[in-house]
């Protein structure tokens, strides 16, 4: 018989007091759940056993961080945790069959901005970076996503310094339950992609506006905010 919500929500309460039993129960329900989230990635590199390791400690960390506050029901909010643990690891994994030559243009790339900062007392754009290397932007941009690792939400805009306000300060308040699978969803993007959309939609930016600060072309803004539209909607 399905466990009720009040009693899921009387165990995440105990569990998060530190009752092991609490958790092996909560844990116990939810595997199902767990292992229907596992197979939609199939067939990326892992076994299905990993899948359903990874995504359980997706699940523990749902169960860690749910805020009995919301209004939520508790498989609402561990679903995309566990999809954002298991994605998270293909990431990493992917990270590590990235290619030489887009490593090495990666690490050019870095100390190219860095040296540009220097010299002209801001972040360079990746127009100037690239232009430098003597490559295309869009190589550029393909050796830093490639590379790059997963940020928090929690994460400071890059170029703000201390003072420049946290990823999800941006995000729109909604209600409790749309706020919640927004922020989880951006938190999948990439730093450029994210940039890109907090700029467009939360900074209300032009794409040629966003795409001279980027220093790409109007229609490749246009293109990458297509794209991560479609993954966010699928996200959400």
Do not use: C, W
Not at 74 to 93: C, N
Not at 121 to 150: K, M, Q, W
Not at 196 to 214: G, N
């Amino acid at each position: 018989m399905p466990m009720a919500q009040a009693e899921f929500r009387h165990l995440i309460s105990r569990s998060q007091q530190g009752d092991l039993a609490a958790r092996s129960q909560l844990v116990e329900a939810n595997l199902p759940l767990v292992h229907s989230i596992a197979r939609r990635f199939l067939e990326r590199g892992l076994e299905y056993e990993d899948l359903v390791q990874i995504g359980a400690l997706g699940l523990l960390k749902a169960i860690s961080d749910f805020d009995l506050d919301y209004d939520v029901r508790f498989s609402t909010y561990a679903v995309p945790k566990i999809m954002g643990e298991i994605k998270q690891h293909l990431r990493k994994a992917s990270t590590l069959q990235v290619g030489r030559s887009t490593r090495k243009l990666a690490s050019e790339a870095l100390q190219t901005k860095d040296r540009l900062g220097q010299v002209l007392g801001r972040n360079p754009t990746i127009s100037e970076i690239a232009a430098e290397l003597e490559v295309e932007p869009e190589d550029v941009v393909f050796a830093f996503d490639a590379v790059s690792p997963v940020y928090s939400l929690q994460a400071r805009i890059a170029g703000g310094g201390s003072e420049a306000p946290e990823f999800q300060e941006f995000v729109a308040i909604a209600g409790d339950h749309e706020n919640l699978m927004l922020k989880q969803a951006l938190e999948s993007l990439a730093p450029d992609e994210r940039r890109i959309i907090l700029l467009r939609y939360f900074a209300e930016k032009s794409q040629s506006e966003v795409a001279k600060e980027l220093g790409i072309s109007q229609g490749q803004v246009s293109r990458i905010e297509a794209r991560i539209i479609r993954q966010l909607r699928y996200e959400l």
